[in-house]
């Protein structure tokens, strides 16, 4: 188990315990828009122990439409699901904007945005102007291109998507499933998988297909852009089959899981690496990832421009020690600094001062950039044996050790613990210093979601929630935590979203992604795999 029998039982027994009603019985609808909202639930049983349950609540509502949410021209970033600049927390800076199209004939409204309070934020959020109403996308374009002229930036939202506090609850349409697994009854096998290697990206349907699985949903964070390190690789904390694969993004609640479903958890997990010859020692930065760069930071003190938590930002140092092993790819990232090759017993059998090439057949390869170049060449001499040390440790300090049947994925932010409400945005980084527009379109708004946890009888729950169409509004953070706890769970936090969220049944995607281009490549899956008994 993963921190010994007695130990995971006592940090479970909040989530473990069995409870006095069965959790399904009785259940009102989602706390989604008005309390008269119409919902439906279809169930369905896919495997012993393992139910999908589809839930539609609420209506098209009428009073909704297309606007056009003026922002900051954009800056090239690459990713899909990047929020842009459309909120200030300057009146000043937000009337300047609404007087400038005032002022060209265009009618511009300036609206002031509140957020809900969470365990962490919450409250006046900041002040965003808009301009036009109508039915569709389309119909906006002139508009668009008149704000456009003025040197502004500018998108067409839907109003459904808002989740202001103090608005008038919507109507809908909400579209959710939600994967129930019941460990007593589950004798297949739970798997965390990113396919051949990290490096390189497959969909959730087609990790799917590979390991032979009858369920999956998308997993953690990972890097898409290319300047942000290698696509596809973790973004935060990877475990698989027991192997630290990807250090911790340290102190973000990591979803803790077991090949037979049981015992779930969410912990709160920090990584330790360090690489020692003789009585020479030097600390580790990461684990399979292009040194220097790390993406959603929380990482070491020496980073810049901060060792917590930063969701979508990527952190840099330029002097770094990163371990590689297989899962990284085929293809070592290139340059210059310092390269050391082990084999299978972490014998040093050659360095070099260039990085690149493979790593060898059961063994390691550790790079160094920097500073760290020549001290990685003074430790590590032609046929010396190395000790390394990666360890994961959790918020008592006490070393947690996996074991093979261990998987360990990276998200956040929390969302609810111990059966309350409990979202930490500021704590695990959706708070930017730089200004709430990241906040505004990646927590406040509503988007696509995907979320995990464990409820009252120890069964892992997996929701995904479609969003971005006028179909299906998707969820708000709290409105993600408020779900999980009206689905039972007494522990549970957010997974990747966006355009990465996505269920596969049966060999077919059964939610709607959205990104234009359909099922986005992924990093990781949580799967399902039927009983080969």
């Not at 609420?58 to 459309?86: M, Q, R």
């Not at 990807?246 to 077991?258: C, F, I, K």
């Not at 409820?455 to 179909?471: E, N």
Request: net charge negative; hydrophobic share 40%; proline share 7%.
């Amino acid at each position: 188990m993963l921190l010994g029998a007695v130990a995971l039982a006592a940090s479970l027994s909040s989530v473990a315990a069995p409870a006095a009603a069965h959790p399904d019985a009785h259940r009102p609808g989602l706390p989604l828009g008005a309390a008269d909202l119409p919902e439906s639930r279809q169930s369905q049983q896919l495997q012993p122990g393992v139910t999908l349950t589809t839930i539609t609540r609420g209506v098209p509502d009428t009073t909704d439409f297309w606007t056009i949410e003026v922002s900051a021209p954009a800056a090239g970033n690459p990713d899909p699901d990047a929020p842009k600049v459309a909120i200030t927390t300057s009146h000043a800076d937000a009337q300047a904007t609404w007087q400038r199209l005032r002022d060209a004939g265009i009618d511009a409204r300036l609206e002031t945005v509140r957020t809900p309070r969470t365990a962490d934020t919450g409250g006046l959020l900041g002040y965003r102007v808009r301009v036009g109403s109508a039915p569709s996308s389309a119909a906006l374009a002139a508009q668009l291109r008149s704000v456009r002229a003025l040197g502004l930036g500018g998108s067409a939202v839907y109003t459904g998507w808002d989740a202001d506090a103090g608005a008038a609850p919507s109507r809908g349409t909400w579209h959710l499933q939600v994967l129930t697994i019941d460990p007593r009854r589950f004798h297949g096998r739970l798997l965390d998988s990113y396919g051949p290697d990290f490096v390189g990206r497959e969909t959730t349907s087609a990790l799917a297909a590979a390991s032979g699985a009858f369920a999956g949903v998308n997993a953690g964070f990972f890097v898409l852009d290319p300047k942000a390190g290698a696509p596809g690789d973790p973004a935060g904390i990877g475990v698989y089959d027991g192997r630290v694969e990807s250090e911790a993004t340290n102190g973000r609640p990591a979803l803790v899981v077991h090949d037979d479903a049981a015992g779930t958890g969410i912990e709160r997990l920090w990584w330790r690496g360090s690489v020692r010859h003789g009585d020479a020692t030097l600390t580790m930065d990461g684990l399979n990832r292009v040194p220097g760069l790390i993406r959603n930071c929380g990482g070491t003190p020496d980073d810049a421009y901060t060792d917590a938590p930063q969701q979508d930002v990527t952190c840099t140092d330029p002097d770094e020690v990163v371990a590689f092993d297989a899962a990284y790819g085929q293809q070592l990232p290139t340059g210059a600094g310092a390269q050391v090759v082990l084999d299978a017993s972490d014998r040093v059998v050659s360095v070099a001062d260039t990085r690149g090439g493979s790593v060898p057949a059961g063994g390691r390869v550790l790079q160094a950039t920097g500073t760290d170049a020549a001290a990685l060449r003074a430790l590590a001499p032609v046929g010396a044996h190395l000790a390394i040390d990666s360890r994961l440790v959790d918020a008592h300090g006490h070393r947690v050790r996996p074991s093979r049947h261990t998987s360990i994925v990276n998200g956040g932010p929390l969302l609810v613990r111990d059966g309350r409400l409990q979202v930490t945005a500021a704590r695990d980084g959706m708070v930017h210093p730089d200004g709430p527009s990241f906040y505004y379109g990646w927590v406040h708004k509503r988007n696509p979601r995907t979320v995990a946890g464990v409820d009252a009888r120890g069964r892992l729950v997996l929701i995904t929630a479609d969003g971005r169409s006028t179909d299906s509004l998707g969820l708000s953070i709290p409105e993600a935590a408020a779900v999980a706890k009206s689905l039972g769970l007494r522990q549970a936090m957010n997974l990747d979203g966006g355009g990465s969220t996505t269920m596969v049944v049966n060999g077919s995607v059964i939610n709607s992604p959205s990104d234009r281009a359909g099922e986005r490549p992924i990093g990781d899956a949580l799967l399902l795999l039927p009983d080969r008994s």
